[in-house]
């Protein structure tokens, strides 16, 4: 309980009047944030409240049984995933929904979910939240007419902060936080994560969707400049790479450990993706280790030229280090650094000016205020000007779209790199590579962008997003992938037609990057992930989405074959993600379903298509229609559904 | 983007179409004629014209341009290249530019100067950049022509477009006098210029007031239609009383019997107390006798007046007028911010939020409902017409909405021609875009409930332009005395009846039928097949409330102990700042909130009641209207259209799958019931070459060169330049 005392902001003493006042005081004290303040008026004002109504009124208690009778399966069951088990319940716990009022009803607490059910509200009120989302919890006391009354908000980082109330004096409700803290760290608490618990079992096998020697020759890969090397078969040269690395064939093992020796991290130059036509090559690596001594390392120089000539179409080669000039040279002196132009022919070194990771979580932090939970109309506009937000995403897509560019248009080969080559690398490779490969653009291929460029990669995903860890406050988390998904969405709604996949597709992606529920996200590393057995012992996110395509399907596909898509980086064209960041309010329940309209005269030509195809049959013509029949009704998935339903 | 109908014999209309393909232009040109005038319209004369003019092609970096002839006519300023058509889409030919401008500049030695009436200098000007009223830019430099020539045509353009003239010089009298008659009257539209067309409207709503014929010679009043609606139990003498002011005029009435009035408010209370008696009869008479209960809604109280629009609004367009790259990218750091500054898109949440209250006691509380402003004519017609098109889904068909334009606004005797300046009068007080605004609060509608709506958002960017294109008389007049009494003594032959000047709605005499598809929404729900969606499919579940499903927004039971208690909780802990957390139920907002819940619970119906969606992020920009010219907003290959193609193209391929089954004679009749309207849409397939602006600007060369912000950099890091570029550009303003 050590824990939980330190998180608790005060015991209050005294009685009456006298406890809003110490309620005030000694939250000033310990909470700079206003929003405590509030917070803690709200949960007397949700408890004095319970008390001038007194005992429950008895028309709910004649509902309630009233229900009672007629069930089979009671209301208030909790629906579980196989493998789940539920760890402690609590009744007559007050949700205090933002939206609605508070609502009183039974908590529940499973290895993977809170999950809040009243029956109060016709249909019951259900609450659900992944244990995984949840960043940190915060209680606090109060005494108010002579009870003790206490308050809970669950911090999430899907942008939303729940709050109960509840009392001091029941066991059960003590029992149930203290369940709770411990459920939602289980790595802090020696428990394992949900994802190795969870058993359902999909027709669809997500771990075979990424291939890496597969994906490779699909680019064209190995040809003559360049090579599938093994030499990281034991992550010897690099721990946080892949087992297979495309690098260039005429470089020999010991100039490539010279080079490692180079670079931070050991993360050295890496093909990521090749131009079908042009041998452009877009390559990501970690800085070089230059230092205020202005370093050289003759081999580094080399590989780069060697990179630069696999390229037959230009005599260049352009580096886009994506950090800001000026924290470049910060780095510089600590011993990181960027390629000095006049050591390297050729080269021509770009910054793209992206602010770090911890600019990046205070926007997010900063975007969380301005729509959870309530929305000021007025200021609307500024308030997300005031976050950055969209001015970061702009910068990401820009520079995004100028390493598109490059490869395209100037034909020329690039390198990308920030310091450690796994946060903004990733994000501006993969960005690039979207707007280049339209086969990243299907549904499976985004989910082979994902595997290579960010899970295989060694984006820290366990320290970015923190799974199972309690400490809130470490500063290794930042939402960059997040933001990565953001500027995906962005460039959807630019290109409505141009994606396979939709909407819900990628805020299923984020659900499931926090629930801890499957696999895919887990963990730093490939290294990291084999240790661990991922592949066997836990199911990957891409079952679950392979097993019902047809829900994650963009009804507006049109195969841009072999199109480049350049997104406007304008703020003009850049939106708030309200389906993603403001989907905990009701109010701004997107509009009618567009897209219900067209899956209906998808359906039609289907029927229609089949109708004339029979025919045709009939006739025992030779001829047959091409049947693109879009509308394919397979089996839905049995199970509770894991993402929000359609 | 427009040009009208080709003069006399010559049938090809170039129209917005011709942007879609290069080749597609080929075929629908004519061979290039020496000839350097467009084809001008019946009745245009050309004023002066000047060459070789260079017209600088915004949509180059290199800022290159193209030599030509600069006209300019008593209906616009065209410039025609001496370069064949060709080698270029059709935008630099026939380019025209209706005399309705908003500004011209003028560089002299490299700074601008506005002109304005009479405040030419006689020095060489070097360059002229002309805003439009439409948001377009044009920059021609005069360096390569005679002096003269130059600072005639500059003089020209200036007088012509800029200085104030009679409503008699206006274009579309002598266009009318001069065009062949065979064109006919618009025909579906309902034009509420006759009896029969008000008693049919309240047959249809089923009302229950009187037409008022006493002012078919305008004798009752001129601020008034020929005829109009009233309640039943006002008397003659009321009638005539206060020259119609004060009158409940009868706008709608909803299937529960209540009905919408509105109505211009009589001067001050004098002490005998004659007004107040002739206003508690026109109340009286408003609630239909005690029938219902009437609730008076002054807009001038609520709403913000008509010059804070004009304002606002001409903050607001200076963000769209823009003529370089620099200065693109230079706005778009702090963009969010300073378009909520201007206050306009806040004035359009407004009226829909009104329109919301209004709707809510038709609806809910079936009130009868009084809305009042000083003249009436207005905010008014805003809130009655949004009103109606929430309530009613025949003003959401292409002619039922034309037909609610002609209701209120025309016929309502709405100033079209103070408020939109057609005669560029230096008055400060009466222009302001208030059906501009009425057409914004509509696209909000059209673009969050797009299925609803029979017609698409290019209608409306095209009836947002057409109200500045002199040749129609629908916006022209300021009431329907001042339409017929000027129409009769523009007459070449006052024994044949007044001058026949077509509507608007005859969209023929703008575009050809091509382009008129365009204003069709595909995506619209029929009301056949909008049935078979209601039986066939169940409501879809929303995908966005992972936690709070539906029951989640029922609203707590009305002794549920929030609403009750808040009071008093406020009072014991002056917690203000809960409202954040929860909405105090004596907030506007949560006023209507319950009202919106309820709506919301309802299954979907596309041709029920519709409500707009007002919190922050709802409410957007228009950016077909306003985006449309600027190239470096221009997504290639992107942008609605492309969703819009998609279900064309879909259209298409289930039609031709029809008709095969149909060829095969095994048509079923259940199916027949589903049936789409047969609309083969012309959009061209390939949307990969359309632009994001389609149907209007065309595409920067049709390569995939992306754009790359400049100043990502600056815009960052060196906010003291950026403030001092601002500083530059309100120093400009300044010299209006």
Redesign the interface.
């Known amino acids: 309980t050590r824990s939980e005392s330190s998180r608790t902001y005060m015991g209050c003493g005294g009685t009456g009047d006298e406890s809003c006042k110490s309620v005030f005081f000694s939250l000033s004290y310990f909470s700079p944030t206003s929003s405590h303040v509030e917070w803690c008026k709200q949960l007397i004002a949700a408890t004095i409240s319970s008390q001038i109504s007194g005992c429950a009124p008895p028309e709910v208690i004649t509902r309630e049984c009233k229900v009672n009778q007629q069930r089979v399966i009671p209301l208030d069951e909790v629906p579980l995933v196989p493998g789940e088990t539920i760890k402690s319940t609590a009744k007559d716990v007050m949700y205090i929904c933002p939206f609605t009022g508070a609502v009183t009803g039974t908590l529940t607490v499973t290895d993977y979910k809170l999950f809040f059910v009243s029956l109060e509200r016709e249909p019951p009120f259900i609450l659900d939240v992944n244990l995984g989302a949840i960043s940190r919890l915060e209680t606090i006391s109060v005494q108010s007419h002579g009870e003790n009354q206490r308050g809970m908000e669950i911090v999430c980082k899907d942008m939303r902060s729940p709050r109960f109330a509840y009392k001091k004096e029941e066991q059960s409700n003590l029992e149930i936080v203290e369940t709770l803290s411990k459920q939602a760290f289980p790595l802090s608490n020696e428990l394992p994560l949900f994802a190795f618990q969870y058993k359902e079992e999909y027709p669809v096998d997500g771990w075979k969707v990424y291939d890496p020697v597969a994906e490779y020759k699909r680019q064209g890969l190995p040809n003559e400049s360049w090579t599938i090397s093994k030499i990281n078969s034991n992550y010897e040269v690099c721990d946080t790479y892949p087992a297979l690395l495309v690098i260039p064939t005429s470089i020999k093992e010991d100039e490539l450990r010279r080079v490692a020796s180079f670079r931070a991290k050991h993360r050295i130059p890496v093909l990521s993706w090749i131009h079908p036509e042009t041998q452009a090559t877009i390559v990501r690596c970690s800085q070089p280790l230059v230092g205020p001594s202005d370093r050289r390392c003759k081999e580094d120089e080399r590989y780069l030229q060697t990179i630069m000539d696999a390229n037959a179409q230009s005599h260049k080669l352009t580096i886009f280090d994506a950090r800001q000039g000026s924290v470049a040279d910060t780095n510089k002196a600590k011993d990181g650094g960027y390629e000095n132009e006049s050591f390297y022919h050729h080269v021509e070194l770009n910054f793209l000016e992206i602010p770090n990771i911890h600019v990046m979580r205070e926007s997010l932090r900063k975007l969380k205020e301005v729509v959870y939970p309530t929305i000021d109309e007025l200021r609307w506009h500024s308030a997300i000007d005031a976050t950055h937000w969209l001015e970061y995403i702009r910068l990401l897509l820009a520079g995004a779209v100028r390493v598109a560019d490059k490869v395209e248009s100037s034909k020329s080969s690039l390198v990308v790199h920030c310091s450690d080559g796994w946060d903004r690398t990733a994000q501006l490779t993969s960005l690039a590579m979207l707007m280049l490969d339209s086969y990243y653009r299907t549904l499976r291929g985004f989910q082979v962008l994902l595997e290579k460029e960010w899970i295989s990669f060694g984006h820290k995903f366990a320290s970015r997003v923190g799974h199972g860890d309690e400490n809130h406050a470490n500063s290794e988390r930042s939402p960059l992938f997040v933001q990565f998904i953001d500027c995906v969405w962005q460039m959807m709604r630019q290109f409505p037609s141009a994606f396979e996949f939709n909407e819900l597709f990628l805020i299923t992606i984020l659900d499931h990057l926090y629930s801890c529920l499957f696999g895919t996200f887990l963990y730093n590393s490939e290294q990291e992930r084999n240790e661990k057995e991922v592949q066997s012992k836990t199911v990957s996110l891409w079952s679950y989405v392979n097993s019902q395509p047809e829900d994650f399907t963009n009804p507006f596909y049109v195969d841009y074959e072999n199109q480049v898509l350049y997104p406007l980086a304008s703020l003009r064209h850049l939106e708030l993600w309200v389906g993603y960041y403001v989907r905990w309010n009701p109010r701004m329940r997107p509009q009618m379903p567009v897209h219900q309209n067209l899956k209906e005269l998808l359906f039609l030509r289907a029927e229609l298509q089949k109708k004339v195809e029979e025919l045709q049959r009939e006739a025992s013509s030779s001829r047959s229609i091409s049947s693109s029949s879009e509308h394919a009704s397979s089996p839905s998935h049995g199970g509770t559904p894991l993402h929000s339903t359609v | 983007m427009l040009s009208l109908g080709g003069g006399g014999a010559k049938s090809s209309k170039p129209s917005f179409v011709s942007y879609i393909t290069p080749e597609e232009i080929k075929s629908e040109k004519e061979p290039p004629k020496k000839e350097r005038h467009p084809n001008l319209l019946p009745g245009e004369v050309v004023f002066c014209s000047a060459d070789p003019i260079l017209k600088h092609t915004q949509d180059d970096v290199s800022q290159r341009g193209i030599f030509g002839t600069l006209l300019c006519t008593n209906f616009r300023v065209s410039f025609v290249s001496d370069e064949t058509p060709l080698e270029e889409t059709g935008s630099n030919l026939g380019d025209l530019i209706s005399l309705q401008m908003l500004f011209c500049f003028v560089v002299y030695d490299e700074k601008r100067k506005m002109i304005t009436g009479g405040m030419l200098k006689n020095k060489y000007p070097s360059k002229m950049i002309i805003h439009c009223k439409d948001l377009r830019v044009f920059q021609f430099c005069l360096t390569f022509t005679k002096e003269e020539d130059a600072r005639k045509i500059f003089h020209g353009i200036a007088h012509h477009c800029l200085e104030p003239k009679s409503l008699k010089c206006v274009f579309a009298f002598s266009y009318a006098v001069s065009r062949s008659p065979e064109m006919q009257r618009s025909q579906r539209t309902v034009m509420f210029d006759s009896k029969e067309d008000w008693a049919q409207e309240m047959k249809r709503t089923k009302g229950n007031c009187r037409i008022v014929t006493e002012n078919e010679g305008f004798k009752l009043s001129t601020r008034l239609p020929k005829y109009f609606i009233i309640p039943s139990s006002v008397t003659d003498e009321d009638l005539f009383k206060f020259q119609g002011k004060g009158l409940p005029i009868w706008c709608w009435s909803h299937h529960s019997g209540c009905a919408l009035f509105k109505a211009s408010t009589l001067p001050v209370p004098q002490e005998d107390g004659v007004i107040q008696r002739y206003m508690e009869r026109m109340l009286d008479a408003a609630a239909q006798t005690h029938l219902y209960s009437l609730k008076i809604e002054d807009l001038s109280e609520t709403l913000p007046t008509v010059q804070d629009i004009q304002q606002s609004y001409a903050k607001f367009k200076q963000f769209f007028l823009i003529d370089n790259s620099t200065d693109?990218?230079v706005s778009?750091?702090?963009?969010?911010?300073s378009?909520?500054?201007t206050g306009w898109?806040?004035i359009i949440?407004k009226c829909l939020q009104k329109a919301v209250e209004v709707v809510e006691c038709l609806e809910k509380e079936n009130t009868n409902i009084l809305i009042m402003e000083e003249e009436g004519t207005d905010l008014c017609c805003v809130i009655s017409s949004l009103v109606q098109i929430m309530l009613d889904p025949h003003y959401r068909t292409l002619t039922g909405f034309q037909g609610l334009v002609q209701k209120e606004w025309v016929a309502g005797c709405h100033a079209f021609l103070d408020r939109c300046n057609h005669l560029c009068q230096k008055d400060k007080e009466s222009p302001s875009p208030i059906f501009l605004l009425f057409l914004e609060c509509v696209w909000q509608l059209v673009?969050?409930?797009?299925?609803?709506f029979q017609f698409s958002e290019t209608y409306l960017t095209v009836l947002s332009d057409s109200v500045h294109v002199p040749v129609f008389s629908t916006f022209l007049f300021n009431s329907a005395y001042q339409r017929e009494s000027t129409l009769k003594a523009e007459s070449q032959h006052p024994q044949r009846g007044p001058l026949n000047c077509p509507a608007v709605w005859d969209w023929s005499v703008q575009f050809d039928c091509k382009a008129q598809e365009l204003f069709l929404n595909p995506?619209y729900?029929d009301k056949l097949?909008q049935d078979?969606?209601l039986r066939k499919?169940p409501r879809?579940?929303?995908?966005?409330?992972?936690?709070?499903?539906?029951?989640?927004?029922?609203?707590?039971p009305k002794?549920?102990?929030?609403?009750d208690?808040t009071e008093s909780?406020k009072k014991?802990?002056r917690?203000k700042?809960?409202?954040?957390?929860?909405?105090s139920p004596d907030s506007p907002?949560a006023n209507t909130?319950e009202f919106?819940?309820a709506w919301?619970r309802r299954p979907?119906d596309?041709h029920g009641l519709l409500l707009p969606?007002?919190?922050?992020?709802?409410v957007r920009?228009w950016?077909q209207r306003y985006?449309r010219w600027i190239p470096?907003?221009?997504?290639?290959?992107?942008?609605?259209v492309?969703?819009t193609?998609?279900?064309a193209e879909?259209?298409v391929?289930?039609q031709e799958?029809?008709k095969?089954?149909d060829l095969?004679g095994?048509w079923q009749p259940e199916a027949e019931r589903?049936q789409l309207q047969p609309r083969p849409l012309a959009l061209a397939r390939n949307?990969?070459r359309l632009s994001?602006a389609f149907p209007f600007a065309s595409s920067r060369n049709w390569t995939?060169?992306?754009?790359?912000?400049t100043s990502?950099?600056q815009?960052?890091m060196l906010t003291d330049k950026l403030a001092s570029q601002e500083d530059e550009t309100t120093e400009v303003i300044s010299l209006v």
């Open positions: 693109f990218w778009d750091v702090k963009w969010f911010s378009v909520e500054n898109m806040d949440r673009q969050q409930h797009s299925p609803a995506l729900a097949k078979k969606v499919v879809p579940k929303h995908q966005r409330q992972l936690s709070l499903p539906s029951s989640a927004f029922k609203t707590p002794k549920g102990f929030f609403k208690e909780l014991m802990l917690v700042r809960i409202s954040r957390w929860m909405a907002a909130r919106y819940e919301q979907l596309h969606w007002l919190d922050g992020p709802a920009l950016m985006l470096e907003v221009q997504i290639l290959g992107g942008g609605p492309a969703v193609n998609k279900m879909l259209l391929q289930v799958l029809r095969k089954l095969k095994c589903v949307s990969l994001s995939f060169k992306p754009v790359i912000p990502l950099l815009s960052l």
